[in-house]
RNA sequence: GCGGAGAUUCCAGAGCGGUCAAAUGGAAACGCCUCAAGAGCGUUUGGCUUAGUGCCUUCGCAGGUUCGAUUCCUGCUCUCCGCACCA
């Protein structure tokens, strides 16, 4: 039988449509649930990844509406920021890679290539594209509802907008500074996805400390040396300036700086006024002295030609004892008169210079950047390569493991990791150090400027380090579900560790600061309270814009205020208070440390507590065939591609059998295809079978009832979980093996209500993982209304009976024991004894337990229970099980002998019949002149005549 | 480095102190069924086996607790995610 799924799942979407049954309206009189997938940035077609996340909110969907809840389940379409402005930017100026992407993307035309110039026009092609693919797959959506988040959307906007009035009323906005990565040509910061060089590349806080000239006749002229380690100041023995460059002197907020030109450049953009003086020529430096910060001890200024003028200030300050360079740096200088004389400079000072050590450490010598440039075998200073790996290792060593030493007064016997925080402060309030950010790396903006770091200065910050207001959201951490419950850590760390987050932009897609109209409001800032915009959408896009203003949320969201006079306010109103907050709302674990937390902040400084959210859902990142999926190694799968090659069904079922919990859900090919043919299977068995059989009642078919019940229970369970995958196998795979064995048992005449019941059941439980099939044998064997609006399937707790198991399995072991001996035998026999063992095994057996749950020591087990008269008489035979048990684990001990019996006596009328033999098949008791003796409890002997 | 999650047999993945050579599913091999393929059914997929209700070696590595550890503890190694102004 062969189906054709994709008629089938056309048929199916039309018809849900028609029927609207996805529409879901407030209705007191029921049980709410509000689920939804974090809304996806409308740049390209939906992905595998997008699948994932998107089906358990859809399986959840549809299950919650089988329990007949009142199901919300919408979907809305991000794209504020900079990535489609970018990309639309970079259409128009022709740039290949992106060209390439559209390309890829099956957009070839030359006439939509260029409508793909406009930003607004990548949100009217992929909206729909995104729709068409949820609908193919089957999302079971209430679209009226949907809507896109950029100021093109004025009613979002306006949403947006009324709560950012409301985080400024309540002084979470504030106002700073900031330093940020940024282009000077597109005067935007240059995310790491908006850079063609230098991707994951941060500014890094340098000190700069101050050196003054000594001696100096008329001001006070200041060299300053940028440095990550301020702490080293202690082992300074002299500076390094490069001799082959120039440097300036300049006026920096009332000082007078001598640093390199390319450090002045970068000075203008981080908040210091800047005055240049004149050119300096090193000549007028070197041989001179300088006096260092806090001990005020004078040391020389030298040549390094090591020093890059476009790394820090162009002037370094020499820890020889703790920095590789410079001790090179010394040991060069020491070694060669020629520089000394090539520069004027007094040979014997420089030999008296003497490394300082201040930082002991374990495995290190007195001079660590000795023993760092030993490790790796450098001998000059020009190994630049060489000498930044042991400069690095050596940093990481001493921040970590390093004990400040008694040269350090104050600082003496602390960790490096805590004097380092502590001397940056102090050097910074006496006025003898600033800071400097420094980009760890080169940054080429897409735009190929080189980056900088600006000090934004009148930038917006949601203050999320806000003491208070860290205590409010983890209130609301406390009370939300979380599914996985595993992640809770990490969103504690999250809130802990949140700082202010710039949220205002110069360029992008987005809303406007209602306050300050230069700015737009950043994307992970504008998406925090969004799910809120729902339940009142569909009404509020109806609305003249013009008309909606903050009282209108005030209203209808925290119930303030007069009744705006606008169109459909009381149904609005209605339906936020019935569907908020939201109760699963499903994303990427990555999500926690921003968007999810952010929004926990949001909610708790907008709304009233019965409007925090209820519940996250939190998945991993799907994989294919086990290995990451990327358009490189050619497994990047598409959406869209999914209901033509495996059928919508398959694929949903593969997607949710990948993974549960937060690990990385794998996409297997292979089960996708196979899965298919056993839907058809499903479809075949099922409308064959439905409402046939026989009408008796036996052992078996209330064995199988009870599987069915408990199956029901286990899965019922899992669903709530969320643990999709394993509630998908319990009621498919371990229901149809139990559903094969039934069949066997039963010499294919089940019951014909239980196998009815079965069928339904199966189904519906099914039904959130493959609706099309299931509605498609829903309506084959008779169901006159949607299988997505049945009941969920109820277990009975007094159906099930493990002990019904128990005999099923010792049926099931004779059996196989049977048909092993038959074929070792390689006879047919005229009749067969099956033995089972003498009682007294068995009240040993309980014995043992017994005892063991008593003592645990196995020799005073053994002596207990030889004392005992009943086994006294039995002596070899008792020591011989005793060994065995305690060695195999005795808690498999359990039943009583009458029981087991009776269920032999039923497995043989079973073997008979399976095995086709007309053969006698007696049932004993061990006895002591058979050989038989070795009968075990649990376990029947064969013998075979 | 910090915070989080992990490491199981060909693969994915169960396992939460004895019922474990380890569920379930994929894949593969063989057999039955068939003209044939698929489906279905059965067997096999750590090693040894005198074939036994047998033995040995396995659950990242190394130790420990226990009569007993895949399961608990300690240390180590490795993998994945996040470490921000970016969706």
């Known amino acids: 039988m062969t189906i054709d799924f994709q008629q089938i799942e056309r048929k199916w979407q039309h018809r849900w449509e028609k029927a609207r049954i996805f ?72 740039e290949e890679k992106q060209l390439k992407i559209l390309k890829d993307m099956g957009i070839t035309d030359q006439e939509q290539l260029k409508k793909f110039e406009n930003p607004e026009y990548w949100i009217e092609y992929f909206i729909p594209e995104f729709t068409k693919d949820f609908k193919a797959i089957g999302i079971s959506t209430d679209w009226r509802r949907s809507y896109f988040t950029t100021e093109l959307n004025q009613w979002y906007d306006k949403f947006i907008r009324w709560q950012f009035n409301k985080l400024k009323e309540k002084n979470y906005v504030i106002k700073g500074k900031f330093p940020v990565v940024w282009c000077t040509k597109c005067r935007n910061p240059v995310s790491d996805h908006s850079r063609s060089e230098g991707e994951g590349e941060t500014p890094q806080e340098f000190t700069l400390l101050k050196f003054p000239l000594a001696d100096h006749a008329n001001k006070r002229i200041i060299l300053v040396a940028a440095t990550l380690r301020p702490e080293t100041l202690f082992g300074i023995t002299n500076l390094w300036i490069n001799p082959k460059t120039t440097y300036i002197q300049a006026k920096v907020n009332d000082e007078h700086w001598i640093i390199s030109k390319e450090c002045l450049d970068k000075l203008k953009f981080q908040d210091k006024s800047i ?99 030993e490790k790796r075998k450098i001998k000059s200073t020009k190994q630049l390569e060489l000498l930044e790996e042991a400069k690095k290792d050596l940093y990481k060593a001493e921040f970590f493991a390093g004990i400040m030493k008694e040269n350090t007064g104050i600082y003496k016997g602390r960790k490096v990791e805590e004097a380092k925080e502590q001397i940056k402060k102090e050097l910074l309030q006496s006025n003898q150090s600033n800071v400097f950010y420094e980009l760890t790396g080169r940054v080429i903006c897409r735009c190929l400027t080189q980056s900088i770091i600006k000090i934004v200065d009148d930038q917006w910050f949601i203050d999320y380090g806000n003491k208070e207001w860290k205590e409010i959201a983890k209130k609301a951490l406390a009370k ?63 609305i003249n814009p013009e008309k909606i203003n903050d009282l209108v949320f005030d209203y209808i969201m925290l119930d303030k205020g007069k009744q705006p006079d606008i169109e459909h306010i009381a149904e609005m109103k209605d339906e936020f208070q019935y569907w908020y907050p939201f109760d699963f709302n499903s994303s990427g674990k990555d999500l926690i440390q921003n968007h999810l937390t952010f929004a926990l902040f949001n909610h708790t400084a907008i709304f009233p507590e019965k409007y925090w959210p209820n519940g996250y859902g939190l998945n991993g990142w799907v994989t294919v065939d086990g290995k990451k999926m990327s358009k490189s190694l050619g497994n990047f799968i598409l959406m869209r591609d999914l209901p033509t090659k495996y059928s919508a069904d398959a694929s949903r079922f593969t997607i949710m059998n990948g993974g549960e919990n937060m690990d990385d859900p794998n996409w297997d090919n292979q089960f996708a295809s196979s899965f298919k043919t ?102 084959t ?118 029981e087991e019996y009776n269920t032999l006596c039923n497995a043989k009328q079973y073997i008979e019949a399976e095995l086709k033999l007309s053969i006698e098949i007696l049932l004993e008791k061990d006895s002591e002149d058979k050989k038989s003796q070795q009968a075990l409890p649990g376990k029947p002997s064969i013998i075979i005549k």
């Open 275 to 373: 005055e240049i003086e004149k050119e300096i020529k090193t000549a007028e430096l070197l041989g001179k002295y300088v006096s260092i910060p806090k001990s005020n001890a004078k040391v020389l200024i030298l040549p390094g030609e090591f020093c890059n003028p476009s790394i820090g200030s162009g002037i370094v300050m020499s820890v020889p004892s703790h920095a590789p360079h410079d001790w090179l740096g010394l040991v060069e200088i020491k070694n060669d008169k020629a520089i000394a004389e090539k520069y004027h400079l007094n040979f014997a000072a420089i030999n008296l210079i003497t490394p300082i050590s201040l930082i002991s450490m374990e495995g290190y010598s007195e001079h660590p950047a000795k023993d760092a440039c």
């Open 781 to 898: 064997i008779g169901k006159k209304d949607f299988i997505a609006k049945a009941s969920w399937p109820l277990y009975d707790e007094d159906k099930i009976n493990k002990q019904l198991d128990i005999e099923e399995q010792l049926i099931e072991t004779v059996l196989n024991d049977t048909t092993a001996v038959m074929d070792l035998v390689k006879i047919t026999p005229k009749s067969m004894k099956l033995f089972v063992a003498d009682s007294w095994k068995y009240d040993l057996c309980i014995a043992l337990r017994t005892e063991y749950n008593k003592t645990k020591n196995p020799g005073i087990i053994i002596k207990n229970i030889m004392i005992r008269e009943e086994f006294k008489k039995h002596g070899e035979d008792v020591m011989k099980i005793m060994q065995k048990t305690l060695k195999s684990g005795i808690m498999n001990i359990l039943h009583n002998d009458d």
């Open 23 to 94: 529409e879901a309206d407030a209705d007191i009189n029921r049980k709410k649930f509000f689920c939804h997938f974090t809304y996806p940035y409308v740049n390209a077609y939906p992905h595998l990844g997008h699948f994932y996340t998107l089906m358990r909110p859809e399986v959840f969907a549809r299950f919650r509406r089988l329990q007949g809840f009142n199901v919300l389940f919408p979907q809305a379409w991000h794209a504020t920021g900079s990535p489609i402005i970018t990309a639309a930017q970079r259409v128009k100026e022709k």
């Open 678 to 779: 056993k839907l058809e299977q499903l479809y075949t068995f099922c409308t064959e079978n439905y409402n046939k059989g026989s009408d008796e009642w036996r052992n078996i078919d209330q064995w199988f009832e009870s599987r069915l019940n408990e199956s029901i229970k286990k899965v019922t369970y899992f669903m709530e979980e969320t643990l999709f995958r394993t509630a998908s196998q319990k009621m498919f795979f371990e229901l149809n093996k139990a559903l094969r064995w039934y069949l066997k048992r039963t010499n294919n005449k089940p019951n014909k209500k239980l196998l009815s019941h079965f069928i339904e059941s199966q189904l519906i439980m099914l039904s959130p993982f493959t609706p099309f099939i299931c509605e498609e044998i829903w309506e």
């Open 480 to 542: 939300i579900r979380l599914y996985p419950e595993l992640s809770r850590p990490q969103f504690e760390y999250t809130i802990d560790w949140l700082k202010a987050w710039a949220c205002s932009r110069e360029e992008g897609l987005g809303t406007k600061l209602p306050w300050d109209q230069k700015w737009l409001i950043e994307s992970l800032s504008d998406s925090t309270i969004y799910l809120a915009f729902y339940p009142i959408a569909h009404y509020i896009q109806k």
